[in-house]
């Protein structure tokens, strides 16, 4: 069993940077990132390996939005930058707890956390 706690979202405006994180408790092998907005399926933002810190990112973020881990305190973070209300979302933290599951299709997390909130005005 994977519990994980998100903080850290808000409102910020564009251009601004902000830093999310996810406090796990329990085994888990990675933690990602998703985040999703109302009509839309939820979208991998980014993943990251406990062991080694491998790291996986969408393309599409990528130059802005950096995913990081502090093992001893058990929490993943995302790094934000130069935010735009595109990115305005429900940040999900995920965990995956099986080696050869594929990183970014959410069917591989069978544990997910509450979310937080971004809002980022123009």
């Known amino acids: 069993q994977v519990q994980l706690v998100e903080s850290g979202g808000g409102l910020v405006q564009a251009g601004d940077s902000l830093r999310l994180a996810c406090a796990a408790s329990?085994?888990?092998?990675?933690l990602a990132w998703f985040r999703q907005t109302p009509g839309k399926e939820r979208e991998f933002v980014a993943d990251?390996?406990?062991?080694?810190?491998?790291?996986y990112g969408a393309d599409s973020l990528k130059g802005r939005f950096t995913i990081s881990s502090d093992n001893a305190k058990n929490t993943v973070y995302l790094q934000m930058n130069s935010l735009r209300p595109e990115d305005t979302a429900i940040y999900y933290c995920?965990?995956?707890?099986?080696?050869?599951?594929?990183?970014?299709?959410?069917?591989?997390?069978?544990?997910w956390g509450q979310g937080t909130q971004l809002t980022v005005s123009s």
């Open positions: 990251i390996t406990w062991s080694d810190g491998r790291s």
């Open positions: 995920a965990a995956r707890v099986r080696s050869w599951t594929t990183p970014g299709f959410a069917a591989a997390y069978p544990y």
């Open positions: 329990g085994r888990a092998y990675a």
